[in-house]
């Protein structure tokens, strides 16, 4: 039950864990994976590109190999965190309403 303070019903932290822990195994898996693809949007919409190194190998002498590291830069769609945000959205709220 939603705590109301004057009225305006409001969700606390505790309330929204026993909810998630009250479901089905099934269910609680759909809402933690809901949980990630909406943390993973917000990831994308807040910093929308990540460095990484990759290292490649040059020349080959024998048993002496020559590799170059390079750093290159990967950029996260707009339209894709977008959509991980609907669908972790889509996935909390109606994860606890679908019948098994």
């Keep these: 039950m939603p705590v109301r303070r004057r009225g305006v019903p409001t969700l606390s932290l505790t309330l929204l864990f026993e909810t998630v822990i009250g479901l089905t195994p099934v269910k609680r898996f759909v809402v933690i994976l809901g ?15 990540f460095n990484y190194h990759q290292q490649e190998e040059v020349a080959k ?10 750093r290159k830069t990967a950029q996260v769609p707009p339209l894709i965190s977008i959509m991980l945000l609907v669908a972790g959205i889509g996935l909390v709220l109606l994860a606890p309403r679908v019948k098994q």
């Design 61 to 70: 002498l024998g048993p002496i190999t020559t590799t170059v590291d390079q």
């Design 35 to 49: 949980v990630v693809l909406l943390v993973l949007g917000v990831v994308g919409l807040v910093h929308p590109t």
